[in-house]
């Protein structure tokens, strides 16, 4: 069964550096998003995206966040300059449309952890 | 803002015993989904449930929507010790793309 993958699993930052998370969405999937969840909270939705522009973000998402599709398969998430507040695990996510009838499928997430 | 409330918190249960989940909206749902988390994992969907009334079910697993779409009920017959995990609802709003989740509930099976 087809799967979103992300990469890496586990990422340690010096607070301050920049850090990108990778993701590889379901193939025939057209949108695509980002979550996360600090540990022992509630999964937080941060940023949807299609054709290429942010269709919604939340709060959390400011300017220190950005994302990007470089390629076909590809979908990034970029802290620019992270804080120890960053800490979380990061879900990206796909779904084959962006309304009700269809679910969005998770990758396995990568955990970030800032020092 | 619509907030999901997920209830019991935490759930142990002996092998071969039914549960119940509930997942409770402050506002209509449009659309319901139910996701397991293995601790450190992603969310595997289960479920999704739309219509008011609507129930489905998988294996040993059964999602139900009231018909004000404001509650919904995820129930495990002779649970087993692969049911293990945490249990999150989630719901969308028409016209947005994001998903908010319930607070999850924790269920531990005992052989």
């Known amino acids: 069964e087809p799967e979103v993958t992300q990469t890496p699993s586990h990422q340690v930052t010096q607070m301050g550096q920049e850090v990108i998370l990778r993701c590889v969405p379901i193939?025939?999937?057209?949108?695509f998003y980002w979550y996360r969840q600090i540990l022992g909270q509630k999964v937080e939705f941060l940023v949807s995206f299609y054709n290429n522009e942010i269709s919604e973000k939340s709060e959390i998402f400011d300017d220190q966040f950005s994302v990007e599709r470089p390629d076909g398969s590809n979908f990034t998430l970029k802290i620019r300059s992270t804080k120890l507040e960053d800490s979380a695990m990061y879900f990206c996510?796909?779904?084959?449309?962006?309304?009700?009838?269809?679910?969005?499928?998770f990758g396995d997430g990568t955990r970030l952890s800032i020092l | 803002s619509q907030e999901l409330e997920q209830s019991p918190q935490s759930l142990i249960v002996q092998e071969g015993k039914n549960l119940t989940i509930n997942c409770t909206s402050s506002?209509?749902?449009?659309?319901l989904y139910w996701y397991k988390q293995k601790y450190g994992e992603g969310l595997i969907f289960l479920m999704m449930l739309q219509k008011g009334g609507e129930e489905k079910s998988h294996e040993k697993i059964t999602a139900k929507l009231d018909e004000k779409k404001q509650q919904s009920s995820l129930h495990i017959t002779a649970s087993q010790p692969s049911h293990a995990g945490i249990y999150l609802c989630g719901a969308d709003r028409s016209g947005t793309y994001k998903y908010i989740f319930g607070t999850g509930t924790r269920l531990k099976v005992l052989a």
């Open positions: 193939s025939n999937h057209l949108y």
């Open positions: 996510a796909s779904s084959e449309w962006g309304d009700s009838k269809q679910p969005q499928h």
């Open positions: 506002k209509t749902l449009y659309g």
